[in-house]
């Protein structure tokens, strides 16, 4: 199989990544993506690896899954993830996947990697007299289509507001650079996603990976129906009061597939990674 990975392939996690594939006798080449023109589309490749949800990504993604040619994509992992896949260390998990950001394999998965991560269901964890807490997310990521955050929020709180009384509070993305002004004066601090769930009733957000935090820290969520764990969350504001919790059974077999959509450096490069993304390329 001949692949084309689209990254700087000096970066560690890209040395890795490629490691992993020569394991299993596959061939890849790297290419610098913000170098990447449609007039250049490469043809004679298998399959195509892209490492983000950037508009160039996207492109690149469009271009080559309109020729036929299926498109994975790396990225930041769902669990124990880092903050930046170019730093990541061998302790670190980036998802690996076919179908686009967050996407996850069909299932069911078999539990062995959420046990090794010691993942159980937790006990429902949320504070009876608690506030509903909004998250907000990073203004121009590919993971959303928010054009302004502000804005949503208003929208959000103001939705919440007809359906509960309890005290809403918005979380600014800690890579949020808009003006605290924008945000009808919220203070200047972040608070720690630890103390804002530690005093939540439930969460709402569109689809940001602290939602996930949130559902395994115990609290009942409130996502976009897109979100890639809405099925084990709540779409619809108006049960704010009395949200759907997972059964136990439910709530792991989603879990079992968000790990088996992430993998560390290890992984990467002994060809674990790769063995099982191929295999789900196949099936």
Same mark, same amino acid.
């Given at each position: 199989?001949? +692949?084309?990975?689209?990254?700087?392939?000096?970066?560690?996690?890209?040395?890795? =990544?490629?490691?992993?594939?020569?394991?299993?006798?596959?061939?890849?080449?790297?290419?610098?993506?913000?170098?990447?023109?449609?007039?250049?589309?490469?043809?004679?490749?298998?399959?195509? !690896?892209?490492?983000?949800?950037?508009?160039?990504?996207?492109?690149?993604?469009?271009?080559?899954?309109?020729?036929?040619?299926?498109?994975?994509?790396?990225?930041? *992992?769902? =669990?124990?993830?880092?903050?930046?896949?170019?730093?990541?260390?061998?302790?670190?998990?980036?998802? /690996?996947? /076919? *179908? *686009? +950001?967050?996407?996850?394999?069909?299932?069911?998965?078999?539990?062995?990697?959420?046990?090794?991560?010691?993942?159980?269901?937790?006990?429902?964890?949320?504070?009876?007299?608690?506030? !509903?807490?909004?998250?907000?997310?990073?203004?121009?990521?590919?993971?959303?289509?928010?054009?302004?955050?502000?804005?949503?929020?208003?929208?959000?709180?103001?939705? =919440?507001?007809?359906?509960?009384?309890?005290? !809403?509070?918005?979380?600014?993305?800690?890579?949020?650079?808009?003006?605290?002004?924008? %945000?009808?004066?919220?203070?200047?601090?972040?608070?720690? +996603?630890?103390?804002?769930?530690?005093?939540?009733?439930?969460?709402?957000? @569109?689809?940001?990976?602290?939602?996930?935090?949130?559902?395994?820290?115990?609290?009942?969520?409130? @996502?976009?129906? *897109?979100?890639?764990?809405?099925?084990?969350?709540?779409?619809?504001?108006?049960?704010?009061?009395?949200?759907?919790?997972?059964?136990?059974?439910?709530?792991?077999?989603?879990?079992? @597939?968000?790990? %088996?959509?992430?993998?560390?450096?290890?992984?990467?490069?002994?060809?674990?990674? /790769?063995? %099982?993304?191929?295999?789900?390329?196949?099936?």
């Amino acid at each position: 199989m001949r +692949l084309l990975f689209f990254e700087n392939t000096c970066l560690p996690y890209a040395k890795a =990544i490629m490691d992993g594939i020569r394991c299993h006798g596959d061939r890849v080449a790297g290419r610098r993506p913000e170098r990447w023109r449609p007039d250049e589309f490469e043809g004679g490749f298998d399959a195509v !690896i892209v490492t983000g949800a950037q508009p160039i990504d996207r492109t690149i993604a469009e271009a080559y899954n309109a020729a036929g040619v299926p498109v994975s994509i790396i990225e930041l *992992g769902h =669990i124990r993830r880092c903050n930046d896949k170019f730093r990541a260390t061998d302790d670190d998990y980036l998802q /690996w996947v /076919w *179908g *686009g +950001l967050n996407s996850l394999p069909a299932g069911p998965c078999p539990d062995d990697r959420r046990l090794a991560l010691g993942i159980e269901k937790p006990r429902l964890n949320r504070k009876q007299d608690g506030h !509903i807490l909004v998250l907000g997310q990073k203004p121009g990521d590919g993971q959303h289509d928010i054009e302004d955050m502000p804005a949503w929020w208003r929208e959000t709180r103001n939705r =919440i507001a007809q359906h509960t009384s309890r005290p !809403i509070v918005f979380r600014r993305h800690p890579k949020d650079r808009t003006p605290f002004a924008k %945000y009808d004066g919220l203070d200047s601090s972040v608070m720690t +996603l630890e103390y804002a769930f530690d005093n939540a009733w439930a969460c709402v957000t @569109c689809n940001s990976n602290a939602g996930l935090k949130a559902l395994l820290h115990g609290l009942p969520v409130f @996502c976009h129906p *897109g979100a890639s764990y809405a099925g084990i969350a709540n779409t619809d504001l108006a049960s704010i009061e009395t949200p759907h919790i997972a059964r136990k059974a439910e709530w792991c077999a989603f879990i079992n @597939c968000v790990c %088996y959509a992430q993998w560390n450096l290890d992984e990467f490069r002994d060809g674990t990674a /790769w063995g %099982y993304v191929k295999s789900c390329l196949a099936s």
